[in-house]
């Protein structure tokens, strides 16, 4: 490395002038699909749980005090902002928000907390439309996660219906 070499680094670093940003004086704006913290609107919520169900941090929180009121709670705690949530809400209750500066001291700065209140069908008091036979075959039961503790918990039960799903098979379970 000669004396030379260094003056010419040293000269195209001069010409470039400023490379580093002025940050904390002068924030830049976001891109246009920068995925923030996720906001969520009660009064567009019907509270289906999908967000609950895709969040792959398990993050949202759902809880079923009886078949009316329902509570979906965000952690934020260790939430990546993937977006799932917004992506996977039928009614875009759930919008990811421009703010990327998201410390704090107190980690409930960070939670939201919904509580619904689910309408129930006049005639059978369910909540949501009959499932199809392909549904029926998955875990049914209400959500119970833990919101106290703020805990995931997988509290349903599963069951087969009395009468065979295909007619054509029997099958005799001893």
């Known amino acids: 490395m000669s004396l030379l070499s ?19 004086a002068e924030p830049r704006p976001v891109p246009p699909r920068f995925r923030g913290r996720p906001i969520f609107d009660a009064a567009k919520c019907i509270g289906c749980a999908g967000c609950a169900n895709n969040c792959p941090a398990r993050e ?10 329902r509570i979906i709670q965000y952690l934020g705690r260790r939430c990546t902002f993937c977006g799932r949530c917004a992506d996977v809400c039928p009614e875009k209750a759930i919008t990811m928000s421009h703010d990327f500066e998201t410390a704090t001291n107190a980690i409930a700065d960070l939670s939201q907390r919904l509580e619904l209140f689910m309408s129930t069908c006049q005639r059978c008091g369910r909540c949501f439309p009959e499932p199809s036979p392909l549904e029926r075959l998955k875990l049914k039961g209400y959500r119970f996660d833990d919101v106290a503790s703020e805990r995931w918990v997988f509290h349903s039960k599963g069951y087969l219906d ?7 098979i029997r099958i005799d379970l001893d």
């Open 60 to 69: 949202i929180l759902v809880h079923d005090i009886c078949q009316e009121l």
């Open 6 to 24: 260094k003056i010419r680094e040293t000269v195209l670093c001069l010409k470039a002038g400023r490379v580093t940003l002025p940050y904390p």
């Open 162 to 168: 009395t009468e065979s799903t295909v007619a054509d």
